[in-house]
Each structure stands twice: as structure tokens, then as C-alpha cells.
């Protein structure tokens, strides 16, 4: 299964709707369409759903960025010597 992440380019407020989109494999426009029909017919609950999900969901990782592991010293230039 893969992992949802908020989307950094299917962005049109935080990219819930967009990482969502991304992770179905489906167009991030029916995600956000499907969504605000929800919050409507709801009255407002989907709008609690997307703050919600967009404090637990984390932001999609930038291309290439650093990721410390265990072989990689966590601060660089503070390698141990060997």
C-alpha cells in the first residue's frame, strides 16, 4: 500500500486533497470535488475533516532531500572519528 502524503504540487490549499488524488491514482480535481460535496451535504463536518487531515498528514518529502540513516551522522560535519 502506499503511503499518503500531502502533495507538494497538487497543491490548492495544504494538498490533502491533491496527496490523496496522487495516492488513488485518481485526478486530484474529483478528490477536491468529491470533498466539497461532502463538506455541503455534511454541514461542515468535511471541512473539520480536512483541517484534521491536514495536521496528521505529512507534507510529501522533497525530491532528493537528506535523510539520515543509520550509516549517516545526524548532524553533518560531526562525523566520529575513525
Known amino acids: 500500500m502506499q503511503r499518503i502524503y500531502r502533495s ?9 486533497c491533491g496527496g490523496i488524488g496522487v495516492a ?15 463538506s455541503l451535504l455534511s454541514m461542515g ?7 484534521a487531515a491536514w495536521l496528521i498528514i505529512p507534507e510529501e518529502p522533497e525530491p ?3 535523510q539520515a ?3 549517516t551522522p ?3 560535519g560531526n562525523e566520529s572519528p575513525r
Open 24 to 38: 488513488a491514482d485518481v485526478d486530484p480535481s474529483l478528490v477536491r470535488l468529491a470533498w466539497v460535496v461532502l
Open 69 to 71: 540513516s543509520p550509516e
Open 64 to 66: 532528493g532531500a537528506w
Open 8 to 16: 507538494r504540487n497538487e497543491r490548492v490549499l495544504a494538498g490533502v
Open 45 to 51: 463536518a468535511g471541512i473539520l475533516l480536512y483541517l
Open 74 to 76: 545526524a548532524v553533518p
